[in-house]
């Protein structure tokens, strides 16, 4: 029986308010073969925690209405089937007190933007898990 993984394309959601960067990134990260779940807000994104299966992998803006990037990624890392997926936020705010928060609750990368979609595109293919390894194996 062949695994599935195999064959499947990894998922990536995007959680961004803005929509020529949330075009940008959908059109990058399908141009490359990934599968793009994009949530225009946080209650949305909050949601999908709430109700589906977790993707390969989040790109999780900060500065979002209603609850903040950082409130999302406490609330990711607190659900369990969600806890090992890999978070790049991107973000405008380079202050030092931002990235140690965002550090200490468990993002997995911080890009400032405007950001080089190589950047976006080099960080994620460092943090994805092979395809062909079983998700738990493919988590550090």
Request: proline fraction near 6%; include cysteine.
């Amino acid at each position: 029986m062949s695994n599935t993984r195999e064959t499947s394309t990894h998922t990536v959601l995007v959680v961004e308010d803005h929509e020529d960067t949330a075009c940008l990134l959908r059109f990058v990260l399908e141009r490359e073969g990934f599968a793009v779940i994009h949530a225009f807000d946080s209650e949305t994104a909050r949601h999908l925690t709430m109700t589906t299966t977790p993707p390969d992998l989040v790109l999780l803006d900060i500065m979002l209405p209603s609850l903040t990037g950082l409130e999302l990624l406490r609330a990711i890392r607190a659900t369990p089937e969600w806890r090992w997926i890999p978070v790049i936020l991107l973000t405008t705010d380079s202050r030092s007190e931002t990235m140690i928060e965002a550090a200490n609750l468990g993002a997995t990368e911080y890009i400032l933007t405007p950001f080089a979609p190589e950047r976006v595109m080099k960080s994620i293919h460092q943090f994805l898990p092979k395809l062909d390894m079983p998700r738990e194996l493919g988590r550090v």
